[in-house]
Every structure is written in C-alpha cells, then in structure tokens.
C-alpha cells in the first residue's frame, strides 16, 4: 500500500516519527526548537498583540519546517550519492541557504517587534 493511500492518522503518524527524528539526531532544530519556546515566554511576558504571536509562529514555523526539508534532502542525497560530488554539494548549500532565509526572516520578525515593543 502507498503512503498516499494511508489514513490521515497512519500520515500523522508518518510526520510525527519526522519530526521524532530531527529531535534525536539534528541539533540544528533543536536549538531552534527552544529559540521558538523562548520566544513563546518572551511573548508571554511582554504581552504583545495577536497580530504578533502569530508573526513570530509563523516565522518560527518556517524556519523548522525549512530543517526538516534540508533534512530530507540531505538523507536522501547521501542515500543516493553517499561519495562527494560538485552537484551534490550545490544541493547541499541551496537547502542551508533556505533555512538561512527563513531564519533572516524570523530574526526580521525578532528585532521588529523588539521595535515595536520598545517603543511602546
């Protein structure tokens, strides 16, 4: 049977053994895990509005789900290619290089609303 013919819950459980992995094994997202449970008591704390919490979410949710992607494609280039190559490499640091953006963006994210908060 194919992985698109599953139940929702057989999938759900496909993406929660995916997220189970980059917990054990990426230390990448783990520190990101915990910069978005910082952020979450400093939201906490400083009480900003709704608009906010969900900009900073949003952010940290993009920024883990571009891990997991650079994850996967890691996995699946040194299954298929486990020697050194000019290609595989360039895929390699095009999938760093999205998780670097998102993260620019969350820091975006971070620094206006230290803005914003500051200028209350």
Same mark, same amino acid.
């Given at each position: 049977?194919?992985?698109?013919?599953q139940?929702?819950?057989?999938?759900?459980?496909?993406?929660?053994?995916?997220?189970?992995h980059?917990?054990?094994?990426? &230390?990448?997202?783990?520190?990101?895990?915990?910069?978005?449970?910082?952020?979450?008591?400093?939201?906490?704390?400083?009480? &900003?509005?709704?608009?906010?919490?969900?900009?900073?979410?949003?952010a940290?949710?993009?920024?883990?789900?571009?891990?997991?992607?650079?994850?996967?494609?890691?996995?699946?280039?040194?299954?298929?290619? &486990?020697?050194?190559?000019?290609?595989?490499?360039?895929?390699?640091?095009?999938?760093?290089?999205?998780?670097?953006?998102?993260?620019?963006?969350?820091?975006?994210?971070?620094?206006a609303?230290?803005?914003?908060?500051?200028g209350?």
């Amino acid at each position: 049977m194919s992985y698109k013919s599953q139940s929702f819950g057989a999938r759900l459980k496909f993406a929660l053994a995916g997220l189970g992995h980059a917990l054990r094994f990426e &230390p990448s997202f783990r520190i990101q895990c915990a910069a978005l449970l910082a952020a979450c008591v400093l939201l906490l704390l400083a009480r &900003p509005g709704a608009l906010w919490w969900a900009l900073v979410v949003l952010a940290s949710a993009a920024v883990l789900a571009a891990e997991l992607l650079n994850t996967a494609i890691e996995q699946l280039a040194d299954l298929l290619h &486990p020697g050194d190559s000019p290609a595989v490499r360039i895929l390699k640091d095009c999938a760093a290089g999205g998780v670097l953006v998102a993260a620019l963006g969350a820091l975006a994210v971070a620094v206006a609303l230290a803005a914003h908060l500051l200028g209350r």
